[in-house]
């Protein structure tokens, strides 16, 4: 059960996109359509923004999409606002009811 | 709303035991896996227990197998974290989460579990 991995860090201006990366392997991102994403302001809650790689919950903007190539997933933010600065977690299905999360990316809206 | 309320966490010596309880409305609890996730103080997320909806089917990280367990009682749309052996590294919030096998739909406020060193 490894850790995904994720960049610690990304940015962007207002209105521009950012792009995060998620990478596993064969046993988890790569293996199952299953990975989601949250989205982490300080000292709050996660918030669902995507699952099963490219779905949107109800109430969230479509300025959030996600794609998986491989053992690699990634969430884009478009149109980027200033409430987009949060921590952003990836996480995929791992088989037998496990989940794995990515370490987190702190994205700052510069 | 949908609203996951935790309550039973605080400061507790390093092997002792804690239990932590999970409230639930505003959903078909009873439809809906149930997982607990906690993040130690700036620290990343960590997955740590599953609950399917009927209750029959159990899986748990391996940092915490054998310490903590998981549980539910659809009557009372609860779900419990039983905490056993606590360890100065269980310092954490604790989150309870509604979803299925794969995510994580609805979070809870979260419960903060301190172990002192």
């Known amino acids: 059960q490894s850790a995904l991995t994720q960049p610690p860090s990304a940015s962007g201006s207002p209105g521009q996109s950012v792009t995060i990366s998620c990478t596993g392997g064969s046993s988890d991102v790569g293996g199952y359509n299953y990975v989601s994403w949250y989205r982490q302001h300080p000292g709050k809650a996660p918030k669902l923004v995507i699952y099963?790689?490219?779905k949107r919950p109800s109430g969230v903007p479509d300025r959030f999409s996600g794609s998986k190539s491989g053992n690699t997933a990634s969430l884009t933010v478009s149109g980027l606002q200033a409430d987009d600065e949060a921590d952003y977690y990836c996480?995929?299905?791992?088989?037998?009811?496990?989940?794995?999360f990515g370490g987190g990316t702190r994205l700052t809206v510069l | 709303q949908v609203q996951l309320v935790e309550s039973g966490g605080g400061v507790v010596q390093p092997g002792t035991s804690l239990s932590l309880s999970c409230a639930a409305s505003g959903f078909n609890f009873n439809t809906y896996d149930m997982h607990w996730v906690r993040q130690a103080p700036g620290k990343g997320l960590e997955w740590i227990l599953f609950?399917?909806?009927?209750?029959?089917?159990?899986q748990s990280a391996d940092s915490v197998r054998g310490r903590f367990t998981i549980s539910r009682d659809n009557s009372k749309n609860t779900v419990y974290l039983q905490m056993n052996s606590l360890r100065p590294e269980d310092t954490a919030v604790y989150y309870c989460?509604?979803?299925?096998?794969?995510?994580?739909?609805?979070w809870g406020q979260g419960s903060l579990v301190t172990v002192p060193s």
């Open positions: 609950i399917s909806y009927t209750g029959n089917k159990k």
């Open positions: 989460c509604a979803g299925s096998d794969y995510d994580l739909t609805f």
């Open positions: 996480c995929s299905y791992a088989g037998s009811n496990n989940l794995v």
């Open positions: 099963e790689v490219t």
